[in-house]
């Protein structure tokens, strides 16, 4: 289940924990793209992720890039890691290529 860690920062930091996929999209669209603060988003705890997931992780970023704010992807999870190199995702995202290590 994602949950909201320190609200009252200048930026939205959201830990996702468990599965990302079709069955959480509604629950995570209104909490990642209702938010106008920077996104930092925590995927370590991700044990799934789907193309619902991918494609709501690319629309925050989308609304981020347009409204000027920071977007960031922390500490992808093996099971994150391996769709993003399935998909050649980290460039797109400029996400961790390992859990914690950011891409140059």
Do not use: C, W, Y
Not at 37 to 64: F, H
Request: glycine content about 4%; aromatic content about 4%.
């Amino acid at each position: 289940m994602p949950t909201l860690e320190n609200p009252a920062s200048t930026a939205a930091v959201l830990m996702l924990v468990g599965e990302v996929t079709i069955f959480q999209a509604a629950e995570l669209k209104s909490q990642l793209l209702d938010d106008p603060r920077p996104q930092v988003i925590d995927l370590s705890g991700v044990t799934e992720i789907d193309s619902a997931g991918i494609q709501l992780l690319m629309q925050a970023q989308k609304m981020a890039l347009a409204s000027q704010t920071d977007f960031q992807l922390l500490a992808l999870s093996p099971e994150v890691t391996a769709v993003f190199d399935l998909l050649r995702l980290h460039a797109l995202f400029a996400a961790p290529t390992r859990e914690g290590d950011h891409e140059s």
